[in-house]
């Protein structure tokens, strides 16, 4: 009699339930979210004029597209769970896998939290921590449910953004066009704007992150990652050819919510929906981005990276539960005690030099290929050019890391590594 499947799975694996759509769909998700709404006030100030706001935005992308490409086809070879974190391991060295995987967990977290605050301060300003509280509780419920129940939630979420951008950018072209200032463009202010706009983009890596999940995942991934990074450059694009044409750079400078400001100019009773948009795009790619830094979690926790505790599956939903809960819980305590206004500046660092180490990795598969060259010399050069504070905070969680890395290093040795520990 055949084994069951279940029987064949080993420790701790988990189930493949997505195929190409759902993948879609989560990459959609994550990359539609609070950017858009929001990372187009710092973009313009870096970035001083029109040209140079459009420059920056196409530079955002060719990382993205390099980043993206790179990811795919490392994750078409290693469809694991924790991303980068496998592949620098696999294709690097361990300290390479490590760093990445630190710099998620922590860059993303801190995003995370973030995220939770900025859904509060939309939709219940005055109590906005207490909104962020409840809103990553209930996520991290529907994530413990299964990846399914994460995939429905998302599509909803991405659903209703896509429609409230397609309103406010219809209602923002029936207004007056603002007239441009022609500004100075600073070419080291174009890769800070780069930078701000390149948050926005950062999604994409959660559909390789849930790469033990895929069905099909060497088909399904590269796909689904194209796609979606396709059709979310589609709406920036759009988005931010309308803001700058209706607002000018001037007057998005000094926004703090510019879409906001694009309906404002064109159908004034649009305001509220924008607000509620907002909310529903920071919830949708806080729903995914818990359930990628559990997995990436899990994946640290696999090798002994990070507790071996954090390695348990659910029977029932297929997910590792005890990583989802463990983010959650620090997120939480995030939300709850600190202010985290200058927390996506060194989460932006993070995940540049995350998409770093995957460059890095994918130009071991194929050295003459200049994709990944290109994308490991962006995100340098990118992440570099933040705001010092950033820098600076950025390298202090990879100096943290360093330490923990050579604590779990004395305390396991080799069984640190792939395949030796749990």
Same mark, same amino acid.
């Given at each position: 009699? =055949?084994?069951?499947?279940?029987?064949?799975? =080993?420790?701790? %694996?988990?189930?493949? +339930?997505?195929?190409?759509?759902? %993948?879609?769909?989560?990459?959609?998700?994550?990359?539609?979210?609070?950017?858009?709404?929001?990372?187009?006030?710092?973009?313009?100030?870096?970035?001083?004029?029109?040209?140079?706001?459009?420059?920056?935005?196409?530079?955002?992308?060719?990382? &993205?597209?390099?980043?993206?490409?790179?990811?795919?086809? $490392?994750?078409?070879?290693? *469809?694991?769970?924790?991303?980068?974190?496998?592949?620098?391991?696999?294709?690097?060295? *361990?300290?390479?896998?490590?760093?990445?995987?630190?710099?998620?967990?922590?860059?993303?977290?801190?995003?995370?939290?973030?995220?939770?605050?900025?859904?509060? +301060?939309?939709?219940?300003?005055? +109590?906005?921590?207490?909104?962020?509280?409840?809103? #990553?509780?209930?996520?991290?419920?529907?994530?413990?449910?299964?990846?399914?129940?994460?995939?429905?939630?998302? %599509?909803?979420? @991405?659903?209703? @953004?896509?429609?409230?951008?397609?309103?406010?950018?219809?209602?923002?072209?029936?207004?007056?066009?603002?007239?441009?200032?022609?500004?100075?463009?600073?070419?080291?202010?174009?890769?800070?704007?780069?930078?701000?706009?390149?948050?926005?983009?950062?999604?994409?890596?959660?559909?390789?992150?849930?790469?033990?999940?895929?069905?099909?995942?060497?088909?399904?991934?590269?796909?689904?990652?194209?796609?979606?990074? &396709?059709? @979310?450059?589609?709406?920036?694009?759009?988005?931010?050819?309308?803001?700058?044409?209706?607002?000018? #750079?001037?007057?998005? @400078?000094?926004?703090?919510? =510019?879409?906001?400001?694009?309906?404002?100019?064109?159908?004034?009773?649009?305001?509220?929906?924008?607000?509620?948009?907002?909310?529903?795009?920071?919830?949708?790619?806080?729903?995914?981005?818990?359930?990628?830094?559990?997995?990436? !979690?899990?994946?640290? &926790?696999?090798?002994?990276?990070?507790?071996?505790?954090?390695?348990?599956?659910?029977?029932?939903?297929?997910?590792?539960? !005890?990583?989802?809960?463990?983010?959650?819980?620090?997120?939480?305590?995030?939300?709850?005690?600190?202010?985290?206004?200058?927390?996506?500046?060194?989460?932006?660092?993070?995940?540049? #030099?995350?998409?770093?180490?995957?460059?890095?990795?994918?130009?071991?598969?194929?050295?003459?290929? *200049?994709?990944?060259?290109?994308?490991?010399?962006?995100?340098?050069? #990118?992440?570099?050019?933040?705001?010092?504070?950033?820098?600076?905070?950025? $390298?202090?969680?990879?100096?943290?890391?360093?330490?923990?890395?050579?604590?779990?290093?004395? %305390?396991?040795?080799?069984?640190?590594?792939?395949? &030796?520990?749990?």
């Amino acid at each position: 009699m =055949p084994a069951q499947p279940s029987q064949n799975r =080993p420790p701790h %694996a988990l189930q493949r +339930h997505l195929g190409l759509p759902s %993948a879609i769909v989560i990459g959609l998700a994550s990359m539609l979210g609070a950017g858009v709404f929001s990372v187009w006030g710092p973009a313009a100030e870096a970035a001083g004029s029109a040209p140079a706001l459009l420059t920056a935005l196409a530079v955002a992308g060719l990382i &993205a597209y390099c980043n993206a490409r790179s990811s795919a086809r $490392l994750a078409a070879i290693y *469809p694991q769970a924790g991303g980068t974190y496998v592949y620098g391991t696999e294709r690097l060295h *361990p300290t390479a896998g490590f760093a990445a995987g630190w710099g998620f967990l922590v860059g993303k977290t801190a995003s995370a939290a973030a995220m939770a605050l900025t859904l509060g +301060h939309y939709l219940m300003p005055d +109590h906005p921590r207490a909104l962020g509280v409840a809103a #990553v509780v209930a996520f991290c419920a529907i994530n413990l449910l299964g990846v399914k129940k994460t995939v429905v939630a998302s %599509a909803g979420f @991405t659903s209703i @953004t896509i429609a409230v951008l397609i309103a406010v950018v219809i209602a923002g072209l029936t207004g007056p066009a603002a007239v441009q200032s022609p500004g100075e463009a600073d070419p080291w202010g174009v890769l800070t704007a780069a930078g701000f706009i390149f948050f926005a983009f950062a999604g994409y890596a959660r559909i390789a992150t849930l790469g033990e999940e895929v069905k099909r995942p060497e088909w399904t991934i590269p796909r689904a990652i194209g796609i979606a990074l &396709a059709v @979310t450059l589609v709406i920036y694009a759009v988005v931010a050819f309308t803001v700058i044409s209706v607002l000018g #750079v001037g007057t998005l @400078t000094g926004s703090s919510a =510019p879409l906001a400001d694009l309906a404002a100019a064109g159908a004034p009773a649009l305001e509220p929906l924008v607000a509620i948009g907002a909310g529903i795009a920071v919830a949708g790619v806080l729903l995914s981005l818990l359930a990628g830094i559990g997995r990436t !979690a899990l994946a640290m &926790a696999r090798d002994r990276r990070l507790p071996g505790g954090l390695t348990a599956v659910s029977e029932r939903f297929g997910v590792p539960w !005890a990583a989802e809960l463990a983010a959650s819980s620090v997120v939480l305590a995030i939300v709850a005690t600190l202010d985290l206004a200058g927390a996506i500046g060194f989460s932006s660092f993070c995940v540049l #030099v995350y998409y770093a180490i995957a460059n890095t990795s994918a130009i071991t598969l194929d050295l003459r290929a *200049p994709l990944p060259w290109i994308g490991v010399a962006g995100c340098v050069v #990118v992440a570099a050019s933040l705001p010092v504070a950033s820098v600076v905070g950025g $390298l202090a969680v990879f100096a943290v890391g360093a330490v923990w890395y050579a604590v779990s290093e004395r %305390a396991y040795g080799d069984r640190g590594r792939p395949g &030796a520990g749990g």
